[in-house]
């Protein structure tokens, strides 16, 4: 028994299939290189006291909203409230599906005590990503039922 799909549907369906897909919104994430992104965005800001080179990496909106001093601030009060950054360990990540946003958790270790950032992005594995938000905190990351841990 043979299907009855004419020829000329076998041949434009691959790209029927493509157009509906970009059309409906889905991005592909690349976890590895968003987490690249942010941990240079976090080592810019609170590590190497470079908010200018910080700022380049931000999206269009969050350049909008804020500023280099804003940036500078933050990396000030990093160091009042928790001491110098040592470093970052990436937790886990967010994204929601048909979204290009992805949300990234970190724990920091600093002279003073463990620091928590979160650092939203905006992009995909295609264009790359661009930091849109960031968020300091003193308490631990609350559980998130879409996390997904990084692999290795």
């Known amino acids: 028994m ?6 000329g549907i076998k041949k434009i369906f691959p790209v029927v299939l493509a ?3 970009s059309g409906c919104g ?3 994430h690349s976890p590895s290189k968003a987490r690249k992104r942010a941990a240079t965005f ?3 800001v609170y590590m190497k006291g470079k908010a200018e080179e910080a700022f380049a990496l931000a999206h269009k909106s969050f350049r909008e909203n804020y500023s280099v001093r804003y940036l500078e601030k933050l990396g000030e009060r990093m160091k009042s409230r928790f001491g110098r950054l040592e470093g970052v360990s990436a937790d886990f990540y967010i994204t929601a599906q048909g979204e290009k946003r992805m949300e ?3 724990t920091g270790i600093s002279e ?3 620091s928590y950032h979160k650092i939203t992005l ?3 594995s295609f264009g790359g990503y661009k930091v849109a ?3 300091l905190s003193e308490r631990p990351h609350p559980e998130h039922r879409t996390a997904k841990r990084f692999d290795g």
């Open 26 to 28: 889905i991005y592909f």
């Open 133 to 135: 938000g960031i968020m």
């Open 19 to 21: 157009v509906i897909i």
């Open 42 to 44: 976090i080592d810019l």
């Open 2 to 7: 043979s299907s009855f799909v004419p020829k």
């Open 122 to 124: 905006i992009g995909d």
């Open 104 to 106: 990234i958790y970190y």
């Open 112 to 114: 003073k005590k463990l």
